[in-house]
Structure formats: C-alpha cells, structure tokens
C-alpha cells in the first residue's frame, strides 16, 4: 500500500513538471507550498530525494532558487508511456464503454472517470481524444449540480456483447471466504455486471440479485483497472 501511495505522488508531481512542455520544471517552493496536498509529510525535498532515478533537483542561477525537473531516464519512460497509450486507444473506448454499461443509469459523473483515468489507462486528453472523437458513443451533459458533468453512452445497446471477465471466475475464489452464504446465493441464477435485475429489490430474490450483481461489477471493475485491489480508495465514485 505504502508503494502505491508513493506511486500515486510520483505521478502527481511528474504531471505538475510535464504541465508545461515548453520548460518541464517546477520550484521547490512551488511543491513546498503544496505538501499538504500532495501528502509530502515530510517535505517536497526530503520526498524528491528518495526518487533520484525519477527527479533530478538544481540550482536555477537566473531565477535564485531550486527547482526540480525529471530525468533522462523518466522523460523516456513518460514518453513511451504515452506512446503505448495512443497506440491502445480502441481499447480505453472499449473499457469506457464496459464502465458504463455497468452502471443501470448508463452514465457516471466525469468527476469519478477523473479519479481512475490512468489506472484504466486512460490518456490525459481524454476528454478530447476518446469521448469528443467518438461522440456517436459518448456524449457529455451538464448534471443538476453546478459545474458538474455526466458522462453517457448514446446508445446503451453495447453492453449486449460483452462478456464479463466474472464468466470464467464464477466466484470460485469467493467460495473459501464467503462460506454458506455464498452456496446459498448460488441456488440463484448468475447475475453479470451488464445485466438488469428482473426481481424487485425490496424482495429476498431480488436482494439476493442485487448482490450476486455487486460482486460481478467489483470483479468487472478490478479486471478494467489491471486488477489493483483499489486499496486507495480511488474506486469509491463508483
């Protein structure tokens, strides 16, 4: 956990110095100011200094103070990154399109696409490279609170050809840790992560349903995102 939560700053600063490509480089006062919100507990430096390999701290004679840049070495990694990105992007459609479909409204606020962008592989453009370039799947419409978006599919249809990672898990791995519970919910047909619950939800069947549906769309959802356990908490929007 602690390597993720390390993984999660490293990108966030990397984003900060990459933000402007015609000078990829930022103060030390600048992330000094932000430590609180980058969760830097012991400072911008002391953080830096644990990654040397990814960022590379100077003196700026002209500007009288350090500033941080990355190295040779994470400006190749970032740009292959990106690279591989642009060359899988009929995946990501296809994995919005999954995330979506999961969803019995058909849509999902933009702000939670927002929290999981890069561990569904999703390039930083999305906005404009995957839904504004594939507006006869996607579209964006305002929601009830200001400033806020909703991302829906144009036509909910698709989630009629996939098939669902769950298939070929069937809850096996459950079955250990669940116990009884788990060979009484099996007397219950399969409930997929892109099908619709027949039975009412108030009644035993359909909570029974509505459960059996929750533990296909956590196991859809880790199977998109490259199985991370989503331990940061980062899947909570959904």
Not at 140 to 153: I, R
Request: proline share 5%; glycine share 6%.
């Amino acid at each position: 956990m602690d390597k993720y939560k390390n993984l999660v700053k490293v990108i966030a600063i990397q984003d900060l110095i990459l933000a402007n490509p015609k000078n990829p480089c930022v103060s030390i006062d600048f992330l000094s100011r932000l430590s609180q919100k980058l969760h830097l507990n012991r400072g911008a430096t002391s953080f830096l200094r644990k990654f040397p390999h990814v960022f590379c701290i100077y003196y700026d004679p002209n500007n009288s103070q350090p500033f941080c840049r990355l190295t040779d070495t994470a400006i190749e990694i970032s740009c292959q990154e990106a690279e591989a990105i642009n060359a899988s992007l009929p995946l990501v459609v296809d994995r919005l399109l999954r995330l979506l479909s999961m969803s019995t409204s058909k849509m999902l606020p933009l702000r939670a696409i927002f929290k999981v962008w890069r561990e569904l592989g999703l390039p930083d453009d999305f906005e404009e490279s995957v839904i504004a370039r594939n507006s006869d799947l996607f579209r964006l419409c305002d929601a009830h609170e200001p400033n806020t978006h909703l991302l829906t599919l144009v036509d909910g249809s698709h989630s009629n050809h996939f098939t669902a990672a769950v298939e070929n898990w069937r809850l096996l791995e459950c079955s250990r840790i669940l116990g009884p519970r788990l060979r009484n919910g099996k007397s219950m047909p399969y409930v997929g992560p892109y099908e619709e619950i027949g039975e009412k939800k108030r009644s035993k069947a359909g909570m029974m349903a509505s459960e059996k549906r929750a533990v296909a769309i956590i196991h859809e959802f880790l199977s998109l995102n490259g199985g991370e356990d989503g331990g940061s908490g980062e899947d909570q929007p959904f």
